[in-house]
């Protein structure tokens, strides 16, 4: 049983924000849009559900709306596609779920649920995530659900202004979930569109367990948004669990521990984290993160700059 009863965490990215770039309008869409997405983690916990549906619950609600690079306004590849990743864990047992580079999932939270449950596999990609995804009944939709035309002005600047791989305005939009239900298990799921223009297939952190997404009841749960690439490195995930498990630490100092390893190699980016005992932390060297959190006392609270 946790000793604080229930407790939720969400992101919606790490990145450049910064009051001066963002009308209080803007703000006020955000932050409305991410206590939309923790009210259903909420309305789960309180009911005495499981972690692993409260954080599924969530990432539904991000992945449908478009303010989020996940399912809907996801950024765009080179080519102009939409390839979506998603992972799932679960603490109690640490069984996972994931998915890479689908282009008609709907929701690819549920699908990497569906590869956790009823596959016999872990990581599932492209052709073979979708032709599962149909035979579980996985909802399908035309790649067009997925495109916004902001996400479209976003890759033809990238080409015109030859920026690189990385976003046009450096905001890692992965959303991510991580919760304690009342019976003390953790659970964390993740869902990204990617980096915008990405080629190659390329693949981040998102979906590799451990590196973007981890959860296990004996230390933690962690949710990952940032350059991908340094996140996989670092393993950044698992090993916030494995300092709490194994050092002893506790959510905060493991968590700016192992972002500072990412911040010294160049990275950077942030983590939610969840601990059995009801705890929840935010980390990031970014100027700002979407998140918000709740627990069973009446906490809740949404921000986007790091002052918060």
Not at 47 to 52: D, M, T, V
Not at 65 to 91: C, K, Q
Not at 299 to 304: D, F, K, S
């Amino acid at each position: 049983m946790s000793d604080k009863g229930w407790s939720i965490a969400i992101h919606g990215g790490a990145g450049t924000m910064a009051p001066d770039r963002m009308t209080e309008a803007e703000q006020a869409e955000y932050k409305a849009a991410l206590q939309a997405a923790l009210d259903a983690g909420k309305a789960v916990l309180a009911g005495g559900g499981s972690a692993l549906d409260a954080v599924e619950a969530t990432i539904v609600i991000l992945e449908d709306d478009p303010h989020f690079n996940a399912g809907r306004g996801a950024v765009f590849t080179y080519s102009g596609v939409n390839e979506l990743d998603a992972s799932i864990m679960d603490g109690r047992d640490r069984s996972a779920g994931a998915i890479t580079g689908v282009t008609h999932v709907k929701n690819p939270v549920k699908l990497a649920r569906a590869v956790m449950e009823d596959s016999p596999h872990v990581f599932l990609s492209r052709e073979g995530a979708e032709e599962f995804a149909r035979e579980q009944g996985i909802e399908i939709v035309d790649p067009d659900w997925f495109a916004t035309p902001h996400r479209w002005r976003q890759l033809e600047e990238l080409k015109a202004k030859k920026l690189g791989w990385f976003d046009v305005d450096l905001k890692y939009g992965t959303v991510g979930a991580v919760a304690v239900d009342g019976e003390g298990h953790v659970a964390a799921a993740t869902s990204t569109g990617g980096l915008t223009g990405k080629r190659w297939g390329r693949i981040g952190d998102s979906p590799v367990i451990g590196a973007g997404n981890y959860a296990d009841d004996r230390a933690c749960a962690v949710s990952a948004t940032g350059a991908g690439e340094y996140f996989i490195r670092v393993g950044v995930a698992r090993e916030i669990c494995a300092r709490m498990r194994l050092l002893g630490e506790d959510a905060q100092i493991a968590a700016d521990a192992v972002i500072a390893e990412v911040g010294d190699l160049g990275g950077d980016g942030g983590v939610i984290v969840a601990a059995p005992d009801g705890g929840t932390v935010f980390s990031f060297n970014t100027p700002g993160m979407y998140r918000g959190r709740a627990n069973a006392s009446g906490l809740n609270e949404v921000a986007i700059f790091a002052k918060e």
